[in-house]
C-alpha cells in the first residue's frame, strides 16, 4: 500500500533535526545545542554522527513504538495507592516509601510514589518560603524563547469598546508582534500566533502565564492516568503538535520583559493612536502594521549571537494545528451534535468517533483519520406526529343506597330527635 514506508516525525523531533542542522553547518556550537535540546553534549555528538549517517530519519529514536522495559505495571501502582490511602496516609512519600519496600514489599523509586500520590490528591507539595527573585539574563538567539501574553485596557480611550492587545515579544532582541482583540481566548491567541509565524518563523519556545487559555484547568480523567497524560489546554494541544516547547511562569514578575511592553504601549501606543483618530478596531490593527517596524527599529536589540534559532513554516500545516479539536460522538443516524447544532455527515464512514476542527477564519471542518468529511448543518430534526387515542365520555351512574344502609338509619334518628 503505497505511503506505508513513511515514517511521520513529531513536532519536537522536527525541532531536533533543526537544531542538528544547525550544528552540523557551523553555526551553533555543542554546548548551545546541548541547551536548546536538553540533552548533554555526548548525547548532541551522538545524534549529530548518526543523522550524518542516516539522514533524517536518524533524528527518531530506535525505541519509539515498544514499551519500556522500565515500565511499572497497573496493578502495582494501584496496590501503592491504596495501601497508601489505608495504613500510610500521614507519612510523606519519602518515609512510605522506604516503609513499603520494608513491610510491603513494593519497590518502586521516591519520586514515581510522590507523583502517583500527587496525581490522586493523596499528597500536596509545601510552600516554600519566598524566594529573592534575581535578574534573568537574556537569552542568546533571536528565536530561542517567546514571551506572550494579553492586555486587557481602554486601548481607544472610550472610542471603542475595551480590547485586548496581544502581544508576543522575543527574549533576546525584544521585538514585538502584536494584535488587537475583542477578548482573550484561544482563537484570539492562535491568530496571533500565526502572525508571529507568518513573520518570523516558529519560535523554539514560549514563555506564556497560567490563563485557562493557555494552561488547562481540566482535571485528569481516568485514561490520562493510566497513560500517564496531563491535560492540556487547546493552546497548549497546538504548541506540541507545532514543536514549541510550552512554560508557565508562576508570577506576573517573571514574564517582566512583556509585562513592561504593556506599560509602554499604555503610555507610547494610546497616545499615537490617539493623534490618528483611531476609533475600530480594524483600523487600529492597521496601524500597528506600521507602528511595530518602526517600534522594533528603535526599542530593539541585536541578539547576543546573530544566528536566528526560528524555524521556517513552510510544510507545516498551521491551519490544520492552530484551531480548536473537539472530539464528537457519531450517532447511528450519521449525525453530530456540537456547540448545541446539528450537523449531517453525508459519507459514509465506520466510526464511532469524528474530530471537529474550527478555524481561526470562523470555519469548521469535520474530520475522521485526517480526512475531511462532507456534512451540512440540521436546521430542524423530523418530529413524529403521535395519534392521540379520541377520549370516550361516559357518564357516571348515580349511586343510591339502599333503604337498610347505615347512612339511612343515621337520618331517621336525627329526624326523630332519638338517640
Not at 496525581?119 to 519566598?130: V, Y
Not at 482563537?187 to 502572525?195: E, Q, R, S
Not at 526599542?299 to 526560528?310: I, R, T
Request: charged fraction near 30%; proline fraction near 4%.
Amino acid at each position: 500500500m503505497p505511503g506505508e514506508d513513511i515514517i511521520i516525525m513529531r513536532g519536537k523531533e522536527l525541532k531536533r533535526l533543526h537544531v542538528i542542522h544547525k550544528l552540523n553547518e557551523k553555526k551553533i556550537k555543542q554546548q548551545e545545542a546541548s541547551e536548546l535540546l536538553g540533552l548533554c553534549v555526548r548525547q548532541v555528538r551522538r545524534i549529530l554522527k548518526r543523522v550524518l549517517k542516516e539522514g533524517g530519519i536518524g533524528i527518531i529514536h530506535k525505541s519509539r513504538g515498544r514499551p519500556s522495559n522500565r515500565l511499572l505495571s497497573e496493578d502495582l501502582k494501584n496496590r501503592a495507592i491504596r495501601l497508601y490511602w489505608k495504613k500510610y496516609s500521614d507519612f510523606g512519600p519519602t518515609l512510605a516509601n522506604e516503609k513499603m519496600e520494608e513491610i510491603e514489599g513494593i519497590k518502586v523509586s521516591t519520586q514515581t510514589l510522590r507523583n502517583w500520590l500527587t496525581a490522586e490528591g493523596l499528597w500536596q507539595q509545601k510552600r516554600r518560603h519566598r524566594k529573592h527573585r534575581q535578574w534573568r539574563e537574556r537569552k542568546r538567539h533571536f528565536g530561542e524563547m517567546l514571551q506572550m501574553d494579553g492586555s486587557h485596557h481602554d486601548w481607544l480611550e472610550g472610542r471603542c469598546p475595551k480590547l485586548v492587545l496581544m502581544a508576543y515579544i522575543d527574549d533576546a532582541t525584544s521585538k514585538v508582534y502584536a494584535r488587537f482583540y475583542d477578548y482573550e481566548g484561544t482563537l484570539p491567541a492562535m491568530d496571533g500566533f500565526k502572525g508571529y509565524i507568518g513573520q518570523y518563523g516558529i519560535p523554539q519556545s514560549i514563555y506564556l502565564d497560567r490563563h485557562s487559555t493557555y494552561k488547562s484547568t481540566a482535571k485528569p480523567t481516568i485514561e490520562d492516568e493510566l497513560n500517564n497524560r496531563v491535560p492540556m489546554s487547546q493552546f497548549e494541544r497546538s504548541m506540541e503538535e507545532i514543536g514549541v516547547k510550552v512554560t508557565h511562569a508562576l508570577s506576573p514578575q517573571a514574564k517582566g520583559r512583556v509585562e513592561r511592553l504593556f506599560r509602554t504601549f499604555q503610555d507610547r501606543l494610546i497616545k499615537e493612536m490617539r493623534l490618528k483618530g483611531i476609533n475600530t478596531k480594524e483600523v487600529a490593527n492597521e496601524f500597528l502594521i506600521h507602528y511595530l517596524p518602526i517600534y522594533n527599529k528603535r526599542f530593539s536589540q541585536n541578539a547576543a549571537n546573530e544566528e536566528d534559532l526560528h524555524m521556517p513554516s513552510e510544510g507545516t500545516e498551521i491551519d490544520s494545528i492552530l484551531c480548536i479539536k473537539t472530539k464528537r460522538a457519531l450517532k447511528n443516524d450519521f449525525t453530530i451534535s456540537h456547540e448545541k447544532k446539528l450537523y449531517q455527515i453525508e459519507d459514509k464512514v465506520t466510526a464511532r468517533h469524528v474530530i471537529v476542527e474550527e478555524k481561526i477564519d470562523g470555519s469548521m471542518v469535520i474530520k475522521h483519520k485526517e480526512q475531511n468529511l462532507k456534512f451540512h448543518k440540521i436546521t430542524s430534526r423530523p418530529v413524529k406526529e403521535k395519534q392521540k387515542a379520541a377520549l370516550i365520555y361516559k357518564p357516571r351512574k348515580k349511586y343510591i343506597p339502599p333503604k337498610d344502609h347505615p347512612w339511612r338509619k343515621t337520618f331517621k334518628i336525627h329526624q326523630s330527635g332519638h338517640f
